[in-house]
Protein backbone atom coordinates (compact mmCIF):
# COMPACT_ATOMS: atom_id res chain seq x y z
CA UNK A 1 0.00 0.00 0.00
CA UNK A 2 1.53 3.58 -0.82
CA UNK A 3 1.94 5.85 1.78
CA UNK A 4 1.64 9.40 1.26
CA UNK A 5 3.55 12.25 2.67
CA UNK A 6 0.50 14.68 3.73
CA UNK A 7 -3.20 13.89 4.01
CA UNK A 8 -5.88 14.47 1.72
CA UNK A 9 -6.54 18.43 1.55
CA UNK A 10 -3.40 19.15 2.90
CA UNK A 11 -1.26 21.97 1.66
CA UNK A 12 1.88 21.49 -0.11
CA UNK A 13 4.62 21.65 1.05
CA UNK A 14 3.05 21.16 4.41
CA UNK A 15 2.17 24.11 6.73
CA UNK A 16 5.42 24.44 8.81
CA UNK A 17 3.87 26.89 11.99
CA UNK A 18 0.74 24.05 12.48
CA UNK A 19 3.52 21.09 12.28
CA UNK A 20 5.95 22.54 14.70
CA UNK A 21 3.26 23.82 17.40
CA UNK A 22 1.63 20.90 17.50
CA UNK A 23 4.65 18.32 17.83
CA UNK A 24 5.79 20.89 20.24
CA UNK A 25 2.35 20.25 22.31
CA UNK A 26 2.56 16.99 22.16
CA UNK A 27 6.37 17.25 23.65
CA UNK A 28 5.23 19.37 26.90
CA UNK A 29 2.50 16.89 27.30
CA UNK A 30 4.66 13.55 27.32
CA UNK A 31 7.57 15.82 29.13
CA UNK A 32 4.41 16.58 32.02
CA UNK A 33 4.11 12.56 33.04
CA UNK A 34 7.53 13.53 34.37
CA UNK A 35 5.86 15.71 37.51
CA UNK A 36 2.51 14.84 37.33
CA UNK A 37 2.84 12.03 40.67
CA UNK A 38 5.29 14.64 42.25
CA UNK A 39 2.87 16.58 44.43
CA UNK A 40 1.33 13.09 45.34
CA UNK A 41 4.64 11.22 46.66
CA UNK A 42 3.97 11.92 50.27
CA UNK A 43 0.78 10.48 50.12
CA UNK A 44 0.97 8.11 48.06
CA UNK A 45 0.82 4.93 50.64
CA UNK A 46 -2.80 6.27 52.09
CA UNK A 47 -4.28 6.96 48.70
CA UNK A 48 -3.10 3.20 47.46
CA UNK A 49 -3.27 1.76 50.76
CA UNK A 50 0.15 0.34 49.99
CA UNK A 51 3.71 0.88 51.65
CA UNK A 52 5.92 3.64 51.07
CA UNK A 53 8.53 1.34 49.64
CA UNK A 54 6.34 -0.15 47.22
CA UNK A 55 4.71 3.26 46.08
CA UNK A 56 7.65 4.40 44.29
CA UNK A 57 7.33 2.23 41.95
CA UNK A 58 4.47 4.61 40.63
CA UNK A 59 7.05 6.35 39.27
CA UNK A 60 9.94 3.73 38.45
CA UNK A 61 7.70 2.45 36.21
CA UNK A 62 7.57 5.27 34.24
CA UNK A 63 10.96 5.83 33.84
CA UNK A 64 11.79 2.29 32.90
CA UNK A 65 8.94 2.00 30.49
CA UNK A 66 10.36 5.01 28.96
CA UNK A 67 13.81 4.19 28.66
CA UNK A 68 12.45 0.38 27.09
CA UNK A 69 10.36 2.39 24.52
CA UNK A 70 12.74 5.37 23.54
CA UNK A 71 14.48 3.09 20.96
CA UNK A 72 12.11 0.46 20.03
CA UNK A 73 9.52 3.36 18.92
CA UNK A 74 12.42 5.22 17.30
CA UNK A 75 13.45 2.69 15.10
CA UNK A 76 9.47 1.61 14.60
CA UNK A 77 9.03 5.34 13.59
CA UNK A 78 11.77 4.84 10.93
CA UNK A 79 10.58 1.78 9.21
CA UNK A 80 6.94 2.14 9.45
CA UNK A 81 6.45 5.72 9.89
CA UNK A 82 7.03 8.22 12.24
CA UNK A 83 3.86 9.42 12.28
CA UNK A 84 1.61 6.26 13.22
CA UNK A 85 4.41 5.35 15.97
CA UNK A 86 3.78 8.91 17.29
CA UNK A 87 0.09 8.35 17.23
CA UNK A 88 0.78 5.02 19.00
CA UNK A 89 2.75 6.61 21.37
CA UNK A 90 -0.01 8.76 22.17
CA UNK A 91 -2.74 6.63 22.39
CA UNK A 92 -0.73 4.20 25.00
CA UNK A 93 -0.43 7.85 27.29
CA UNK A 94 -3.77 8.47 27.41
CA UNK A 95 -4.95 4.95 28.15
CA UNK A 96 -2.09 5.05 30.92
CA UNK A 97 -3.83 8.06 32.43
CA UNK A 98 -7.05 6.84 32.51
CA UNK A 99 -5.94 3.51 33.82
CA UNK A 100 -4.04 5.81 36.90
CA UNK A 101 -7.50 7.81 36.68
CA UNK A 102 -9.56 5.00 37.63
CA UNK A 103 -7.31 3.45 39.98
CA UNK A 104 -7.13 3.14 43.81
CA UNK A 105 -4.56 0.77 44.73
CA UNK A 106 -1.17 0.08 43.62
CA UNK A 107 -1.11 -2.43 40.51
CA UNK A 108 -3.51 -0.58 38.45
CA UNK A 109 -1.70 2.84 39.21
CA UNK A 110 1.65 1.02 38.47
CA UNK A 111 0.47 -0.40 35.13
CA UNK A 112 -1.16 3.57 33.98
CA UNK A 113 2.41 4.91 34.87
CA UNK A 114 4.19 2.41 32.60
CA UNK A 115 2.04 3.04 30.11
CA UNK A 116 2.98 6.57 30.23
CA UNK A 117 6.12 6.09 30.39
CA UNK A 118 6.10 3.98 27.00
CA UNK A 119 4.86 7.68 25.03
CA UNK A 120 8.38 9.40 25.91
CA UNK A 121 9.71 8.70 22.06
CA UNK A 122 7.17 11.24 21.18
CA UNK A 123 9.60 13.86 21.37
CA UNK A 124 12.19 12.07 19.09
CA UNK A 125 9.90 11.53 16.76
CA UNK A 126 8.76 14.88 16.45
CA UNK A 127 12.52 16.20 15.88
CA UNK A 128 12.38 13.46 12.94
CA UNK A 129 9.05 14.63 11.30
CA UNK A 130 10.66 17.94 11.10
CA UNK A 131 13.68 16.81 9.57
CA UNK A 132 11.61 15.56 6.86
CA UNK A 133 8.59 17.88 6.33
CA UNK A 134 9.97 21.27 6.75
CA UNK A 135 11.76 23.55 4.86
CA UNK A 136 15.41 23.57 6.00
CA UNK A 137 15.39 27.12 7.06
CA UNK A 138 13.04 26.43 9.55
CA UNK A 139 14.54 23.56 10.76
CA UNK A 140 16.88 24.60 13.54
CA UNK A 141 14.42 26.62 15.18
CA UNK A 142 11.71 24.13 15.11
CA UNK A 143 13.99 21.11 16.72
CA UNK A 144 15.04 23.58 19.18
CA UNK A 145 11.97 24.06 20.64
CA UNK A 146 10.44 20.69 20.59
CA UNK A 147 13.72 19.44 22.04
CA UNK A 148 13.37 21.95 24.74
CA UNK A 149 9.69 20.96 25.56
CA UNK A 150 11.48 17.57 27.38
CA UNK A 151 12.31 20.45 30.35
CA UNK A 152 9.68 22.90 28.84
CA UNK A 153 6.66 20.38 30.06
CA UNK A 154 8.81 18.81 33.63
CA UNK A 155 8.43 22.94 34.67
CA UNK A 156 5.40 24.13 34.00
CA UNK A 157 3.73 20.76 35.18
CA UNK A 158 4.69 21.14 38.64
CA UNK A 159 2.92 24.12 39.64
CA UNK A 160 -0.13 22.72 37.55
CA UNK A 161 -0.12 19.53 39.33
CA UNK A 162 0.50 21.21 42.61
CA UNK A 163 -2.54 23.24 42.31
CA UNK A 164 -4.51 20.34 41.01
CA UNK A 165 -3.47 18.14 44.19
CA UNK A 166 -4.30 20.73 46.37
CA UNK A 167 -7.79 21.90 45.34
CA UNK A 168 -9.18 18.85 43.83
CA UNK A 169 -9.17 14.99 43.89
CA UNK A 170 -6.25 13.41 42.84
CA UNK A 171 -7.79 11.54 39.84
CA UNK A 172 -7.95 14.72 38.58
CA UNK A 173 -4.06 14.91 38.11
CA UNK A 174 -4.94 11.56 35.63
CA UNK A 175 -7.95 12.98 33.68
CA UNK A 176 -6.30 16.02 33.10
CA UNK A 177 -3.32 13.94 31.51
CA UNK A 178 -5.66 11.94 29.59
CA UNK A 179 -7.65 14.59 28.01
CA UNK A 180 -4.07 16.86 26.82
CA UNK A 181 -3.26 13.52 25.34
CA UNK A 182 -6.30 13.25 23.65
CA UNK A 183 -6.02 16.63 22.36
CA UNK A 184 -2.74 16.08 20.84
CA UNK A 185 -3.54 12.59 18.76
CA UNK A 186 -6.66 14.72 17.45
CA UNK A 187 -4.17 17.31 16.41
CA UNK A 188 -1.25 15.37 15.47
CA UNK A 189 -4.17 13.02 13.27
CA UNK A 190 -5.38 15.86 11.64
CA UNK A 191 -2.21 18.48 11.41
CA UNK A 192 0.89 16.44 11.08
CA UNK A 193 1.64 14.53 7.45
CA UNK A 194 2.78 11.16 7.22
CA UNK A 195 6.72 11.31 6.13
CA UNK A 196 7.42 9.30 2.97
CA UNK A 197 10.82 8.63 3.98
CA UNK A 198 10.86 4.92 5.50
CA UNK A 199 13.51 2.56 5.76
CA UNK A 200 11.78 -0.99 5.72
CA UNK A 201 12.99 -3.91 6.33
CA UNK A 202 12.62 -6.49 9.72
CA UNK A 203 12.75 -5.22 13.09
CA UNK A 204 15.60 -6.17 15.16
CA UNK A 205 13.65 -7.86 18.11
CA UNK A 206 16.56 -10.17 19.81
CA UNK A 207 18.19 -6.05 20.01
CA UNK A 208 15.34 -4.72 20.80
CA UNK A 209 14.65 -7.54 23.61
CA UNK A 210 18.52 -6.88 24.62
CA UNK A 211 18.88 -3.49 25.10
CA UNK A 212 15.35 -3.79 26.90
CA UNK A 213 16.91 -6.25 29.52
CA UNK A 214 20.25 -4.71 29.58
CA UNK A 215 18.42 -0.96 30.31
CA UNK A 216 15.70 -2.34 32.84
CA UNK A 217 18.75 -3.96 34.79
CA UNK A 218 20.54 -1.03 34.76
CA UNK A 219 17.98 1.51 35.86
CA UNK A 220 16.64 -0.73 38.54
CA UNK A 221 19.77 -0.92 40.18
CA UNK A 222 20.32 2.48 39.88
CA UNK A 223 16.92 3.70 40.75
CA UNK A 224 16.56 1.53 43.65
CA UNK A 225 20.27 0.65 44.86
CA UNK A 226 20.04 2.93 47.62
CA UNK A 227 16.98 1.03 49.10
CA UNK A 228 18.36 -2.37 48.63
CA UNK A 229 22.03 -1.02 49.71
CA UNK A 230 24.90 -0.30 47.04
CA UNK A 231 26.98 -3.57 48.66
CA UNK A 232 23.80 -5.56 48.35
CA UNK A 233 23.94 -8.81 45.99
CA UNK A 234 20.58 -7.58 44.15
CA UNK A 235 22.09 -4.12 43.14
CA UNK A 236 25.83 -5.49 42.14
CA UNK A 237 23.87 -8.42 40.28
CA UNK A 238 21.94 -5.60 38.51
CA UNK A 239 25.01 -4.16 37.50
CA UNK A 240 26.42 -6.84 36.17
CA UNK A 241 23.83 -8.33 34.21
CA UNK A 242 23.65 -5.04 32.65
CA UNK A 243 27.03 -4.79 31.68
CA UNK A 244 27.07 -8.83 30.77
CA UNK A 245 23.96 -7.70 28.26
CA UNK A 246 25.40 -4.67 26.40
CA UNK A 247 28.16 -6.76 25.70
CA UNK A 248 26.08 -9.64 24.36
CA UNK A 249 23.90 -7.10 22.60
CA UNK A 250 26.85 -5.29 20.94
CA UNK A 251 27.37 -8.31 19.42
CA UNK A 252 25.22 -9.27 17.68
CA UNK A 253 24.02 -5.47 16.34
CA UNK A 254 27.14 -5.49 14.53
CA UNK A 255 26.51 -8.77 13.29
CA UNK A 256 23.19 -8.79 12.06
CA UNK A 257 22.15 -6.73 8.70
CA UNK A 258 19.46 -4.44 9.97
CA UNK A 259 19.89 -3.74 13.28
CA UNK A 260 18.08 -1.75 16.34
CA UNK A 261 20.44 0.87 16.79
CA UNK A 262 23.53 0.98 13.89
CA UNK A 263 26.55 1.05 16.13
CA UNK A 264 28.99 1.78 12.94
CA UNK A 265 26.58 4.99 13.06
CA UNK A 266 26.65 5.92 16.55
CA UNK A 267 30.54 5.72 16.98
CA UNK A 268 30.96 8.46 15.00
CA UNK A 269 32.59 11.26 16.59
CA UNK A 270 30.05 13.26 16.55
CA UNK A 271 26.79 11.12 17.24
CA UNK A 272 29.05 9.48 20.34
CA UNK A 273 30.26 12.86 21.54
CA UNK A 274 26.66 14.16 21.21
CA UNK A 275 25.38 11.22 23.34
CA UNK A 276 27.77 11.74 25.56
CA UNK A 277 27.54 15.33 26.77
CA UNK A 278 23.52 14.67 26.18
CA UNK A 279 24.13 11.67 29.25
CA UNK A 280 26.09 14.39 31.30
CA UNK A 281 23.91 16.89 30.50
CA UNK A 282 20.54 14.63 31.66
CA UNK A 283 22.64 14.36 35.06
CA UNK A 284 22.89 18.33 35.45
CA UNK A 285 19.59 18.95 34.36
CA UNK A 286 18.27 16.51 37.27
CA UNK A 287 20.26 18.27 39.99
CA UNK A 288 18.55 21.15 39.85
CA UNK A 289 14.76 19.50 39.89
CA UNK A 290 16.65 17.65 43.06
CA UNK A 291 17.86 20.25 45.20
CA UNK A 292 15.42 23.50 44.72
CA UNK A 293 12.32 21.89 45.62
CA UNK A 294 13.45 20.50 48.89
CA UNK A 295 15.39 23.86 49.99
CA UNK A 296 12.11 25.31 49.39
CA UNK A 297 9.98 23.21 51.99
CA UNK A 298 12.21 22.41 54.29
CA UNK A 299 11.23 24.78 57.84
CA UNK A 300 12.77 27.90 58.27
CA UNK A 301 14.17 26.40 61.75
CA UNK A 302 16.88 24.18 59.52
CA UNK A 303 18.47 27.53 58.88
CA UNK A 304 18.55 27.57 55.46
CA UNK A 305 15.34 25.93 54.78
CA UNK A 306 12.33 28.44 53.08
CA UNK A 307 9.38 26.92 54.69
CA UNK A 308 7.51 27.45 51.45
CA UNK A 309 3.89 25.29 50.10
CA UNK A 310 4.33 22.65 46.90
CA UNK A 311 2.33 25.48 45.01
CA UNK A 312 5.09 28.03 46.21
CA UNK A 313 8.31 25.43 44.84
CA UNK A 314 6.19 24.99 41.65
CA UNK A 315 5.68 28.51 40.59
CA UNK A 316 9.71 29.27 41.57
CA UNK A 317 10.49 26.36 39.26
CA UNK A 318 8.45 27.04 36.28
CA UNK A 319 10.77 30.56 35.00
CA UNK A 320 13.16 27.76 33.88
CA UNK A 321 10.92 26.11 32.16
CA UNK A 322 9.71 29.25 30.44
CA UNK A 323 13.46 30.25 29.96
CA UNK A 324 13.99 27.19 28.09
CA UNK A 325 11.28 27.89 25.60
CA UNK A 326 12.33 31.49 25.09
CA UNK A 327 16.41 29.94 24.52
CA UNK A 328 15.05 28.06 21.77
CA UNK A 329 15.10 30.79 19.01
CA UNK A 330 18.35 31.53 20.44
CA UNK A 331 19.94 28.20 20.37
CA UNK A 332 18.54 27.97 16.40
CA UNK A 333 20.06 31.17 15.61
CA UNK A 334 23.65 30.30 17.26
CA UNK A 335 24.06 27.00 15.31
CA UNK A 336 22.87 29.19 12.02
CA UNK A 337 26.00 31.22 13.06
CA UNK A 338 28.86 29.21 14.30
CA UNK A 339 27.40 25.98 14.62
CA UNK A 340 26.26 23.45 17.14
CA UNK A 341 29.25 22.81 18.52
CA UNK A 342 29.53 26.38 19.72
CA UNK A 343 25.53 25.92 20.76
CA UNK A 344 26.40 23.33 23.03
CA UNK A 345 29.56 24.24 24.12
CA UNK A 346 27.93 27.92 25.28
CA UNK A 347 24.99 25.92 27.21
CA UNK A 348 27.28 23.89 29.24
CA UNK A 349 29.43 27.33 30.34
CA UNK A 350 25.98 28.73 31.21
CA UNK A 351 24.60 25.39 33.40
CA UNK A 352 27.94 25.15 34.90
CA UNK A 353 27.64 29.32 35.79
CA UNK A 354 23.70 28.53 37.18
CA UNK A 355 24.94 25.98 39.52
CA UNK A 356 27.38 27.89 40.48
CA UNK A 357 25.21 30.73 41.54
CA UNK A 358 23.56 28.47 43.34
CA UNK A 359 26.05 27.00 45.51
CA UNK A 360 26.34 31.16 47.05
CA UNK A 361 23.31 32.15 46.65
CA UNK A 362 20.75 29.66 48.35
CA UNK A 363 18.83 31.91 50.76
CA UNK A 364 15.94 33.58 49.58
CA UNK A 365 13.30 32.94 46.86
CA UNK A 366 14.48 35.34 43.97
CA UNK A 367 17.73 33.74 44.19
CA UNK A 368 16.56 30.58 43.77
CA UNK A 369 14.52 32.01 40.91
CA UNK A 370 16.98 33.32 39.47
CA UNK A 371 19.33 30.14 39.53
CA UNK A 372 16.58 28.12 38.20
CA UNK A 373 16.10 30.79 34.85
CA UNK A 374 20.15 30.73 34.74
CA UNK A 375 20.26 26.50 34.40
CA UNK A 376 17.27 26.25 32.60
CA UNK A 377 18.72 28.51 29.66
CA UNK A 378 21.84 26.86 29.66
CA UNK A 379 19.67 23.36 28.80
CA UNK A 380 17.64 25.68 26.29
CA UNK A 381 20.63 26.35 24.63
CA UNK A 382 22.30 22.81 24.89
CA UNK A 383 19.53 20.68 24.07
CA UNK A 384 18.39 22.84 21.04
CA UNK A 385 21.75 22.16 19.72
CA UNK A 386 21.96 18.81 20.52
CA UNK A 387 18.93 17.14 17.31
CA UNK A 388 20.92 19.49 14.94
CA UNK A 389 24.42 17.47 15.76
CA UNK A 390 22.61 14.00 15.54
CA UNK A 391 20.76 14.67 12.18
CA UNK A 392 23.87 16.16 10.57
CA UNK A 393 25.60 12.81 11.25
CA UNK A 394 23.18 10.13 10.58
CA UNK A 395 21.46 9.21 7.02
CA UNK A 396 18.01 10.40 6.97
CA UNK A 397 16.04 6.93 7.10
CA UNK A 398 17.88 6.50 11.22
CA UNK A 399 16.63 9.76 12.56
CA UNK A 400 14.26 8.29 14.50
CA UNK A 401 15.92 5.70 15.59
CA UNK A 402 19.35 8.24 16.45
CA UNK A 403 16.86 10.88 18.05
CA UNK A 404 15.89 8.18 20.15
CA UNK A 405 19.21 7.11 21.71
CA UNK A 406 20.22 10.31 22.24
CA UNK A 407 17.15 11.07 24.54
CA UNK A 408 17.67 7.71 26.11
CA UNK A 409 21.01 9.40 26.91
CA UNK A 410 19.75 12.12 28.90
CA UNK A 411 17.11 9.69 30.77
CA UNK A 412 20.30 7.79 31.93
CA UNK A 413 21.96 10.91 32.80
CA UNK A 414 18.44 11.93 34.83
CA UNK A 415 18.29 8.45 36.35
CA UNK A 416 22.10 8.80 37.41
CA UNK A 417 21.78 12.18 38.70
CA UNK A 418 18.55 11.07 41.27
CA UNK A 419 20.82 8.27 42.51
CA UNK A 420 24.03 10.18 43.15
CA UNK A 421 22.26 13.57 44.35
CA UNK A 422 20.65 10.74 46.58
CA UNK A 423 23.10 9.02 48.14
CA UNK A 424 25.04 13.04 48.59
CA UNK A 425 21.66 14.55 50.49
CA UNK A 426 21.18 10.92 52.64
CA UNK A 427 25.04 10.81 53.96
CA UNK A 428 25.01 14.68 54.20
CA UNK A 429 22.51 15.66 57.38
CA UNK A 430 21.14 17.55 60.31
CA UNK A 431 18.97 16.29 62.87
CA UNK A 432 15.72 18.45 62.99
CA UNK A 433 13.14 17.12 66.23
CA UNK A 434 13.02 12.92 65.71
CA UNK A 435 13.99 13.44 62.05
CA UNK A 436 17.19 13.86 59.88
CA UNK A 437 16.91 16.05 57.08
CA UNK A 438 19.64 17.25 54.01
CA UNK A 439 22.37 19.51 55.55
CA UNK A 440 23.06 22.93 53.75
CA UNK A 441 26.63 21.70 52.79
CA UNK A 442 24.96 18.74 51.10
CA UNK A 443 22.84 21.19 48.85
CA UNK A 444 25.42 23.17 48.38
CA UNK A 445 27.67 19.63 46.88
CA UNK A 446 25.05 18.53 44.63
CA UNK A 447 25.10 21.84 42.94
CA UNK A 448 28.82 21.39 42.50
CA UNK A 449 28.48 17.93 41.47
CA UNK A 450 26.33 19.83 38.86
CA UNK A 451 27.92 22.38 38.17
CA UNK A 452 31.41 19.85 37.45
CA UNK A 453 28.71 17.66 35.57
CA UNK A 454 28.18 20.34 32.89
CA UNK A 455 31.91 21.35 32.75
CA UNK A 456 32.09 17.84 31.69
CA UNK A 457 29.80 17.72 28.94
CA UNK A 458 31.84 21.18 28.18
CA UNK A 459 34.80 18.87 27.37
CA UNK A 460 32.85 15.88 25.30
CA UNK A 461 31.69 19.08 23.14
CA UNK A 462 34.94 19.71 22.70
CA UNK A 463 35.70 17.02 20.56
CA UNK A 464 33.20 17.25 18.17
CA UNK A 465 33.73 18.59 15.01
CA UNK A 466 34.03 22.12 14.64
CA UNK A 467 31.95 22.65 11.25
CA UNK A 468 28.81 22.50 10.73
CA UNK A 469 27.64 19.38 8.50
CA UNK A 470 25.45 20.33 5.35
CA UNK A 471 23.66 16.97 5.85
CA UNK A 472 21.73 18.29 8.52
CA UNK A 473 20.04 20.48 6.16
CA UNK A 474 17.31 18.09 4.84
CA UNK A 475 15.09 18.89 1.63
CA UNK A 476 12.05 20.49 1.39
CA UNK A 477 10.22 17.64 -0.11
CA UNK A 478 11.32 13.93 0.80
CA UNK A 479 11.18 12.20 -2.19
CA UNK A 480 11.47 8.73 -1.75
CA UNK A 481 12.01 6.22 1.29
CA UNK A 482 15.29 5.35 1.78
CA UNK A 483 16.10 1.19 2.31
CA UNK A 484 17.30 -0.19 5.05
CA UNK A 485 19.97 -1.60 3.64
CA UNK A 486 21.60 1.61 1.77
CA UNK A 487 21.09 3.71 4.91
CA UNK A 488 23.79 1.31 6.57
Not at 135 to 156: D, F, K
Not at 252 to 268: I, K
Request: glycine share 10%; net charge positive; charged share 10%.
Amino acid sequence: MPHVPEPVGASAPPRPNAIVMVLAFSGIVVSLMQTLVIPLIPQLPTLLNAKASDTIWAITATLLAGAVATPVVGRLGDMYGKRRMLLVSIALLVVGSVIAGLSDTLTPMVIGRALQGLAAGVIPLGISIMRDELPSERLGSATALISASLGVGGALGLPAAAFLAEHADWHVLFWVAAGLGALAGVLVLTLVPESAVRSGGRFDLPGAAGLSAALLCLLLAISNGAGWGWNSALTIGLFVASAVVLVLWGWWELRTTQPLVDLRTTARRQVLFTNLASAVFGFAMFAMSLVLPQLLQLPKSTGYGLGQSMMVMGLVMAPSGLVMMATAPLSALISRARGPKVTLMLGAVVVAAGYGLGVAFMSTIWQLVLVSAVIGAGIGLAYGAMPALVMGAVPVSETAAANSLNTLMRSIGTSTSSAVAGVVLAQMTITLGPISVPSADGFRLVMIIGSGAALVALAFAAFLPGRRPASATPATHPVSAVPANAAS
